[in-house]
């Protein structure tokens, strides 16, 4: 019983160092192999993150019994080990070990990390065939098959429960769908469903409702929807900091800072996930340099320490190498001596090579340990933003030695390193070989299907490319926006402004939304045909009509259009008046303008100015100054 209470401390406190001094004092009197001892170790390192001492802990247990089994598997899963959990459980099978309710939670939990649809549908049949069903599994296998994209399955195991869901208001049941809903795209069945739970009343909604209904309302659409949610939860004193956090992640989707910044404001207890809600609602709307001011806010505070998606997110909004530089040793004083991880990891690698130093995203990608797909993924794609297709290839086929599963995303990345480099056959061979191995469901399908898009589209081939859309569209029953989007670049690029226009109206007959990317390429072809009506006609059309926001990109391209028209000082009071901070590029575009018409010297000065600011030993804009005289 002393044993047993000091491992449970261990276990508690997650103290590891300790666990293991324990651990080799009964191995020395061969006590870790008693059953209850031993499946108290598995337990222990489980729960302190050291799933490869909990499995070896394991192989000492003598006599191993199904409580042994589901302690090991959960340890996997605990620790986002899915497919360890898979194998451990699949040797259960072979040794006729009979797996129990808590088993098959562990094994959902398992199969919800690894997001296989294929294995969430083979469990549920085996939970359904094996034991007695009750409210606990059927919750966790609705949020499973949520998790792993297979709402249909999902509604259908809500749906049977549904009479005993109501009898016992279990409200955990209705919150698995509501987030399988939200989680899959279905705003409005979400919002529906979440009315339901509003009319049954007594003690419904709780917080977590409220949380995931306002995730629904990140369309535009919704945001009526969403600014009633909020107000019922507080007017219901449902106003709990999960829910509070909740509320700013959806105004913050929606482009909605004003209210996402008031909520923020208006918290008294902000937790790290508040910081980092407010912080990414900031960088997702282009609000870069808000973003940093408050990361600098909340470093300041020193009460609330950043955790790794604090830091990820924030990289994100860095567009100086300085601004990478403090981030990176702010991770580093976080972690100590400890490897930075692959989350904060990854996002260093991306952000240094949107900055041009590859050198320092290799240093960063060298010394991760533990390294995952994304972090190969953000370095394959940092060679091949920095013209370096030929080492992002390479590197592919390093990943493919060490045994590293290249994901679509991967051979994605791999099939624009080609179009870099012209190797169009060599794409097709990605392509095909992503084909041959059955890489993933109808999303991985589609980041493949719009890689060869835009590798055609760039090639110029735009036969091949509308070809690729067509086949796309055939496989996934109908094109999405991602693949509209690909297809209307590839038309962009061929210089057909028309049939740009012709496609977005395509958009319009499909029943899908367009999106900042696609109003994008449709200003910017409209603008290098000069089409300026069309352009500001979309423009203003972009929130009112659509909602969707206009970024810092859109504005650039009205100012391209006006200076383009030879309109130069409408184009410079856009440029001023614009609700970000002009970026070089944009007065570079205005003095490439007032060069070309030979007019707009006030406009030019101003833009030189303004450019030279911003990049000081950038002489690019010196020289077009200078041309002009």
Known sequence: ARYADLIRQCRDSGALAQGKLLHARLARSLLDTHTFLGNLLVEMYGRCGSTADAAAAFDRIANRNVFSWTILIAAFARNGQSVPAMVAFQQMDLEGVRPNKVTFLAMVDACSGYGCPAQALDLHQRVLASIEFDLVLATAIISMLGKCGIIAAAEEEFLANLEEIESKRCVIAWNAMLAAYARNGCHRECLDLFQEIVELDQGLPDAATIASALSACCDPKFLDPGKAIHARAIADDRMDRSTVNSMINAFGKLGSLADARRIFDGMRNRSVVSWTAMIDAYARQGFHREALVLFEQMDFDQEIQPNDFTLSTILASCARVGEIAKIHARAQSIHGDLDLGAVVGSALIASYGDCGCVEESLRVFQEIKCKNTVTWNAMIEALAKNNQAGDAIHLLHTMDLEGVKASAATLAIAISACSQLGRIDQAREIHARAAAINLGDGDQREILGVAMINLYGRGGLLPDARRSFQDLAKSN??????????????????????????????????????????????????????LLDEVWERFIYMREDHGVEQAKRHWSSVVDALARAGSMGDAADVARTMPFRPSTAVWKILLHACQIHGEGWGSAHGAAREASRLRPMDAVPYVLLANMY
């Open 477 to 530: 029953t109908r094109a999405s926006i991602s693949s509209w989007n690909a297809i209307v670049a590839a038309i962009a690029r061929a210089g057909d402004s028309r049939g740009v226009v012709e496609a977005f109206h395509s958009i319009h007959l499909e029943g899908l939304e367009p999106n900042q990317a696609t109003f994008w390429q449709l200003l910017a072809s409209c603008c290098h045909t000069g």
